[in-house]
């Protein structure tokens, strides 16, 4: 099996996300990305996969792959990606989250607005749930749900004291399955090794892009067959010689 570099940014908002800037349109996101060299994105919105179809056929035919993702914040207060290879499977996740969502309305000027835009930029829908917000699910049943789902399970940005893992609960859990960390563009690898069980787990770089010139200012290179999220699991577990090669931090 031929084995290729991927440069990957798991973790982009979209206009979706009410503090995504409205530049992060299908049309914008795909054509910077392309842009830049990215091979693969994921969009990673706030509880929501909404505007994945969008923006997967904005991409169509570009080169560029996008993964269908999520940004889950669990009752703990902290934030995990979920990635697909299947949208329908985000969907089903976007299902789960909604029906556990804390009840309330987008303030669309305090949080900004939450746009769904098709792959032409056109507005489809403005999204009134209060996706900013945290559900009511801990974190074990978020990773159960998003494996369930066949889905990869990564703690977003574990060296920010807000909406991490490490920063809400110190530690992240032996028994707690998870695929991988991130750690963010200003973090610093080697001063999360202290935290209990980080040690254990593969390390991803990736944006949490809200607006487009922060996209790829970290991003993850790896080695594939192909780039799917089948595919990524063997490089997070170093497996049939896919690996993570690298990490590419803008300084
Ligand atoms: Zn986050
Ligand atoms: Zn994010």
């Keep these: 099996m031929n084995l290729k570099t991927f440069r990957a940014d ?3 908002h979209s206009c979706l996300s009410p503090c995504g800037e409205f530049e992060m349109t299908p049309v914008g996101i795909v054509a910077f990305a392309l842009e830049i060299g990215l091979d693969i ?4 919105d706030h509880n929501s996969a909404a505007n994945v ?56 000027d305090l949080f900004g607005m939450q746009i769904v835009a098709n792959e032409l930029d056109e507005v489809e829908k403005i999204e009134q749930r209060l996706l900013i917000g945290s559900t009511m699910m801990d974190v074990d ?18 060296d920010r004291q807000s909406n991490s893992l490490i920063g ?27 935290y209990p069980g980080v040690s254990r787990l593969p390390i991803i770089r990736s944006s949490d892009a809200h607006q487009l010139d ?11 067959a ?17 690996e993570i090669s690298g990490w590419s931090v803008a300084s």
Excluded: W
Excluded at 41 to 44: E, F, K, P, R, S
């Design 10 to 12: 798991l973790h982009v």
């Design 41 to 44: 994105i994921a969009v990673c």
């Design 53 to 108: 179809p969008g923006i997967r056929k904005a991409a169509l035919g570009t080169g560029l792959v996008v993964i269908a993702g999520m940004e889950v914040a669990t009752a703990e207060e902290a934030h995990i990606l979920a990635l697909f290879d299947d949208i329908q499977a985000a969907l089903a996740l976007q299902k789960i989250v909604y029906d556990n969502l804390l009840p309330g309305e987008n303030d669309d």
């Design 141 to 158: 049943t978020v990773v159960r749900e998003i494996h369930a789902l066949g889905g990869l399970a990564i703690a977003s940005h574990i």
């Design 168 to 194: 809400q609960l110190g530690m992240i859990s032996d028994d707690l399955p998870l695929d991988a960390v991130e750690v963010s563009y200003s973090g610093d690898v080697d001063a999360m090794q202290v």
């Design 214 to 224: 922060a996209l790829g200012r970290a991003i993850t290179k790896f080695r594939l």
């Design 226 to 242: 192909e780039p799917t999220v089948v595919e990524l699991r063997k490089a997070l577990q170093a497996t049939d010689g896919r």
